[in-house]
């Protein structure tokens, strides 16, 4: 998150952060307005037709019509398929485990402890996590149902509705984004990524006819640096698009994100332009304007080099601008359209796995099973011994709120407390007391559903950091007003939901986060430390000749490093949550690593495209006298950033390397190879100097902080 973010987000006392940080969080933005309507559309048609026809786990089904993906609609239906066949690979899983440990109350308690470590362990173990998530949520609900004194008959029929219900709900939702999608205009793909870069452009607009941005300007810019990119990476990856444009488009939203960033700063700490740098802002309006409308029509953005960019120095955050525009352009060298990509998926463009790679080999996958298998069984043993099963809901907080790191699982568990609350005691209860003693038609009763909903759902569409408050508020006020087929006036279901809330929190706190408990500041530092040696060992791609295998590393790597990247910013998040003597230390940590991952994320992008010339594909060709000077150059980058992960692991060595030197001697052989030629570096040529430069920059600058 920028500086401008930072300083918008921390003011003198925390009535004023807390007032700033929902009045950033809770604005409307293009869009929000028609997604709360769809997922209140949805809850309302499953709410009517589960009362209609009395369908059981009815609150449940409303869960996930508010909760399904709606970012775009292909990745919609994706997320419903992987609803659908996740429960019924759960409801298998149940009705095998009836079969073999139904009758024996020891063999009963020994399935259920066993299935909690394995939802846990699938939680970490899994490549899907939200597969995992959905496999055990119906694990968890239907515990209960089998542990009732009641004919096995109606165990199987209640256990067949709760699928039943959820996939209904998920096709209803389905059924809702395709009648939005055929009645709404044509979506532009890079909508929200154009959105940002006039947003840029309208500030630098601004500045250029000496005008002071206006408050409209201001909250927009902040808002977009606030949400940050890691959404709009995490839609891209879960489309169907050809890997090549997942890549490209990948490093376009990083750029546009710093862009953004940067802007953001530009509102805090710059009051005017010199007029002397007004010829320098325009262009790079003139620039933006460009690249804006390239991106519009689909086109790939292109740009004529200029001989002085990048030479502004009274005004740095712009002079860093000026610089990150010109990267756009070259993570699309080589490519002609955006057209011929495609939302479809090569044979082999990615291999399926239900797990991670190291699920059988890495311990932290069976201490996270562990954990959670602890805590929850303290949850089940205790609801159980003291014949209160109304609050089972304590299992299912466990679930929702199992996180790798302390700091993240603490910020879930306040998310989903706060949420309780308000959703539980404050909407559930207060309609009960209220409102519904009033009700005597379903018409009055959906009024009240659709104006939790709204409340719900505008809630949930907020960044990550509150989004999940917002769903918690809808979950405790479906399972109090949802459950039965009437209206609800008594206060039990709410009081024991809340309660078992609070026990599963409780034992969350007591359990998992003491045991093997993992920090979110040494997770976060040890994350970024990863992200240089893997930038390192990118810099020295291709290890192999073969092409094909080349590619598929590459991609790889890639991949691993922009999720480690997004894992980073949110452990930032995490880390706030963590108290304790380290508390200041950690505090600081985390400043300095989201100062520096900036200037790593935009050299690994720079390493996207260099990527290219390292293995020489067509059009990428370096001539003979250049592929020496230009391996030796990536050799000393490579070395240098793993030198810096040993200093952040605590080695003393104050060693540095001539990054200045090494890329004087590339920029020689490329004239040098030119004037052989007897021709003037070509394109490719001129970019592979620039990027090298901008590579060496972005390293003794990292280098210097470090």
Known sequence: MGTAAKTLLEPHSPSQWLWMFLKEELAPYPGRT???????????????????????????????????????????????????????????????????????????????????????????????????????????????????????????????????????????????????????LRQIPL???????????????????????????KKKITRFSLAGGSALRRMLQRSAYLSQYREETGALISLVGRLVDIAANMIQFTSDIPDQERSHLRRLIACLSKIRNDLTIGNIPHLEPENDAGTLHLTPLLAEMERTVALIPEVFAGSLSFHGYGPHRASGDRAFSLFKPDALTNSDHFKFGLKG?????????????????????AITTCLLTALTTVGSSHQKQVLRFAGAIVGGIGMGIGAEVYILPALDSIAGFTLVVIAATVIAAWIATSSPRLSYFGIQIAVAFYLINLSEFHLQTSLVPARDRVLGI????????????????????VVMKKTFISNFRLVAQLVREPMSKDLKTATARGLALRETI????????????????????????????RDRIRRWQPNLRMLFITRLVLWRYRVGLPGFELPEGLQPAHDEFDNCIATALERMADRLEGDGSTQKDDLTSAYGELDKAASTASLKSEHQLTPHIRSLVLLSHRTALLANSLEKDI
């Open 373 to 393: 298998c602890f805590a929850a069984s303290l949850c089940y043993l205790f609801y159980n011994a003291k014949g209160w099963p109304g609050i089972n809901t």
């Open 562 to 589: 922009n999720a480690n990247l997004d894992k980073v910013r949110a452990l930032g998040d995490g880390v706030l949550f963590e108290f304790g003597p380290s508390r200041e230390q950690d505090l600081a940590l």
């Open 191 to 217: 909508q929200p990524v154009i959105d940002r870069i006039a947003a840029v452009e309208d500030l630098l607009c601004s500045y250029a006819a000496g005008l002071v941005p206006d408050e409209t300007m």
């Open 34 to 184: 028609a997604l709360v309507a769809r997922m209140t559309v949805a809850v309302t048609l499953v709410m009517i037709i589960n009362m209609i026809y009395r369908i059981p786990y009815g609150a449940y089904g409303a869960i996930y019509a508010l909760i399904i993906s709606r970012e775009d609609l292909s990745t919609t239906v994706n997320a419903v398929r992987t609803i659908i066949i996740a429960f019924a690979l759960s409801v298998l899983y149940i009705f095998v485990g009836a079969v073999f440990f139904l009758q024996d109350p020891n063999l009963r308690l020994f399935w259920v402890v066993a299935t909690l470590f394995l939802m846990f362990y699938t939680l970490s173990a899994a490549s899907d996590y939200t597969a995992a998530a959905r496999f055990g949520y119906l694990l968890v609900i239907t515990i209960p149902l089998w542990d009732r004194q009641i004919r096995t008959e109606l165990k199987v029929e209640q256990t067949l509705w709760a699928f039943g219900a959820i996939s209904l709900a998920s096709l209803i939702t389905i059924a809702v984004e395709l009648i939005y999608a055929s009645l709404r």
């Open 502 to 521: 609070l026990l599963g929190l409780l034992m969350m706190w007591l359990v998992f986060d003491q045991l093997w408990g993992a920090s979110a500041a």
